[in-house]
């Protein structure tokens, strides 16, 4: 089983150019979110999805959309990319299960000039 | 509002020399509280996790915390680092699964 799994591990973006981050999971987890990661930090939610079909916002959804059409994937969109979207983005699943635990992507680390 | 709090933004210890790491934590009710490590160019591993009873847990990798209500703290420990041990240590909490709220991390640097 592959996990989580996301594409691509580095991109550089232009200003103003649009890009989809992949994000699937083989867990059948209903849970997904998608983090961003900066320097002294630590990680904050983006997006989150309960389930197929559902999507909500977290911390810091500006300038970001997701969609939930099936349980695998939750790809995030950046529609104008701008500098401060400058970060590394970690998806990561969780179960219903009650543990909480949330499995992690190895990200995707993202340039904007 | 919930916030978790690391202190040490970077520690530096010996190899064979013991760990703390802390974490302080703010939140209306006692929450699940979390220990995650990240290896450079990596994602998020959990180490360990605690929700209820036994205070002192244990993880993966001979890493143990303790929850101390009393000082809302979650501080991570091991007896004896290894090299292999050098990473970021990230503290989370939450209540649900809707909720995580993780600390800024503490870079491990261990010394030969």
């Known amino acids: 089983n592959a996990g989580v799994t996301q594409t691509p591990k580095f991109r550089i973006l232009k200003i103003g150019q649009s890009m989809t981050l992949q994000c699937t999971q083989d867990m059948n987890h209903n849970y997904m979110y998608w983090y961003r990661q900066d320097p002294g930090m630590g990680l904050k939610l983006i997006y989150y999805s309960v389930g197929a079909g559902i999507t909500d916002k977290g911390e810091v959804p500006n300038g970001y959309n997701v969609s939930r059409s099936t349980t695998e994937d939750f790809p995030l969109r950046l529609e104008l990319a701008a500098p401060s979207q400058t970060s590394v983005y970690f998806c990561a699943n969780a179960g219903t299960s009650g543990s909480h635990e949330q499995f992690f992507g190895p990200g995707t680390r993202l340039t904007v000039l | 509002a919930q916030s978790v709090t690391q202190p040490d933004i970077h520690i530096t210890v010996s190899e064979g020399a013991s760990l703390e790491l802390r974490c302080n934590y703010s939140?209306?009710?006692?929450?699940?509280l979390f220990w995650y490590v990240q290896s450079p160019g990596q994602g998020l591993q959990l180490l360990l996790k605690y929700f209820s009873g036994d205070t002192l847990v244990q993880g993966i990798k001979g890493f143990e915390a303790e929850f101390k209500r009393s000082q809302s703290s979650f501080n991570l420990r091991k007896p004896s680092v290894h090299w292999s041990d050098a990473a970021e240590y990230f503290c989370a909490v939450g209540a649900n699964n809707n909720d995580m709220r993780f600390g800024a991390g503490t870079r491990l640097t261990v010394k030969p």
């Open positions: 939140y209306g009710a006692t929450p699940y």
